[in-house]
């Protein structure tokens, strides 16, 4: 196997990703720009998306590191707009996609449309998400777009399984559909209750960071492998075993979660950042094989079920949002006030993604009784272009919005206030738990050292007042800003002295390894204070 073409793909991504953060435009959309503009580069390989590879081992792990990094009880807290769109939209959006379909293409068979319908009916919310957390949404619709994304996936694969049942000839019933529909759902969020438990069992019991880490990667596979061998949703079980396992991360020994946080945002940035540069390199394999759909009419079918598509979320959004809360007073007391401007936003960051791209291409070829999958050509071509549409059109024009709509910007004092207090109320808990350890004789240490660990506490409790604080005339920073600061040119100092000893032969190269780590956990716990 030529690993060289996989080898370029990973790398250029990864390059073109950094390069965005230099940028105002999302890395996502530059990843597909540049995937358009490569794909027809002389000497550029067929990158074609396999389903077999993009379902079982590139969704697990974005939709497990999503989970882990979202909050259990904000989710809970926006249930039921998360719901509305991750279940009720994305059948909505088959059916009514699906129809419009079947209208405007002619000789294009209902089960057929039904089938595309269901292809392009989840909103991939990595691109929306970027953008809400760089122009600063506020925290309830991020919530809400995050929830959307982990949830709508399984929705639409199951619908997917049953249109595509009734398209080749399986004879689906609605019965049918709307059990298997429940055996998916209810079977997924089984497995993922019976296995986060135990596997966080393994995660608090093995005490080696090393294998605490190569058990984390294997946990979204093994939910999604268990789950789609029972015949129930692979994306349920992994969100809800993530969920629990982020919930409850305080738990793990602290040099697994350190590792853990770093192998996890490496994973997701590589696989993210392929996945986005995938798409734009599709466009050779579709349009080969679009046949006798070409020019002009391709092209009023890719805006047309563009236009279809973008209409359809505002003609759920707005309704599924408001309609409950007028005929419940409990919605209204539990959601509080809410404008026209928080749901316009969630209806135009309805961007498609490559769920929708690996769906597609696992269409059959053919039909039960042999004959072609009717319009499955198309079918990809309308794909392709919806996915490439919603990313460009609403991607590029989301900032801008929300700028527009001027969102209330977080309160950062506020938040800071709600810091220090909470960490004054830990401070106090560990003061007096050092005070219980230091009464017992088995704990006596020597005064200065004991002196030290309350020093410890001290600055730990004074460090987020100090952000409160009057900033230093002629370097503008606070004074926790030059403390953390003076602590790393220290930490430095000592870092090259200690390479200087192994460079003098003072020291062997094991001794000076188990020195920098001290200091670099040192730096990290620095680092993380100041962000």
Do not use: C
Not at 309 to 318: I, S
Not at 334 to 339: F, M
Request: hydrophobic share 55%; glycine share 6%; no cysteine.
């Amino acid at each position: 196997m030529d690993v060289m073409p996989l080898l370029l793909l990973v790398a250029g991504s990864a390059a073109i990703a950094a390069a965005a953060r230099r940028t105002p435009v999302p890395a996502p959309l530059l990843l597909v720009a540049a995937g358009l503009a490569v794909s027809y580069m002389p000497g550029v390989p067929d990158y074609t998306l396999d389903p077999h590879v993009v379902l079982p081992l590139i969704l697990p792990p974005l939709l497990h590191t999503a989970a882990t990094d979202s909050s259990y009880l904000d989710l809970r807290a926006q249930l039921r707009p998360v719901a509305m769109l991750s279940v009720g939209y994305v059948l909505f959006a088959t059916f009514v996609v699906g129809w419009a379909v079947y209208v405007i293409v002619p000789d294009m068979p209902l089960t057929a449309a039904l089938v595309f319908g269901a292809v392009v009916a989840p909103p991939d919310a990595v691109a929306a998400t970027a953008v809400a957390r760089r122009v600063g949404l506020p925290s309830r619709i991020t919530t809400i777009l995050q929830g959307e994304s982990l949830l709508n996936d399984a929705t639409a694969i199951t619908a997917y399984r049953v249109a595509l049942a009734a398209a080749v000839g399986e004879g689906a019933t609605w019965a049918g559909g709307i059990g298997e529909f429940l055996l998916a759902a209810i079977g997924g969020v089984v497995v993922g209750l019976v296995l986060m438990a135990p596997i966080h069992w393994l995660r608090t019991h093995v005490k080696e960071a090393l294998l605490q880490n190569t058990l984390s990667l294997l946990i979204p596979f093994v939910a999604y492998a268990v789950a789609e061998q029972l015949h129930a949703s692979g994306v349920l079980a992994v969100v809800v075993v993530a969920l629990y396992l982020g919930h409850r991360a305080w738990e793990v020994d602290f040099a697994t979660r350190l590792q853990e946080e770093a192998v996890w945002k490496m994973v997701a940035f590589v696989l993210e950042s392929a996945v986005f540069a995938l798409i734009g390199l599709q466009l050779p394999v579709v349009l080969r094989g679009l046949g006798e759909y070409e020019g002009v009419e391709a092209a009023w079918y890719a805006v047309a079920v563009f236009l279809v598509v973008v209409a359809a979320r505002f003609v759920w959004v707005y309704p599924a949002t408001f309609l409950p809360r007028l005929m419940s007073a409990r919605i209204r007391e539990r959601e509080g006030q809410l404008t026209w401007k928080g749901p316009f936003v969630i209806a135009w960051a309805g961007m498609r993604g490559v769920v929708s791209l690996a769906i597609a291409f696992s269409i059959p070829l053919t039909l039960h009784d042999g004959e072609p999958f009717p319009q499955r050509n198309l079918i990809l071509f309308l794909t392709f272009t919806t996915v490439i549409g919603t990313l460009v059109v609403q991607g590029l024009t989301l900032p801008p919005l929300i700028r527009l709509l001027r969102f209330p910007g977080r309160d950062t004092q506020a938040e800071t206030l709600a810091e220090a207090n909470a960490q004054a109320q830990a401070s106090r808990a560990a003061e007096r738990r050092l005070d219980e350890l230091l009464a017992d004789e088995r704990n006596a240490l020597p005064a200065p050292l004991a002196d030290r660990l309350r020093t410890v506490l001290e600055r730990r409790r004074n460090a987020v007042w100090e952000r409160l604080g009057q900033a230093n005339p002629v370097t503008g920073e606070s004074v926790d800003d030059t403390y953390r600061r003076l602590s790393r040119e220290m930490i430095s100092a000592e870092r090259e002295v200690f390479v200087r000893l192994r460079d003098g032969r003072y020291i062997d190269d094991e001794m000076l390894r188990t020195l920098l780590r001290r200091l670099d956990l040192e730096e990290a716990a620095a680092f993380r204070e100041a962000t």
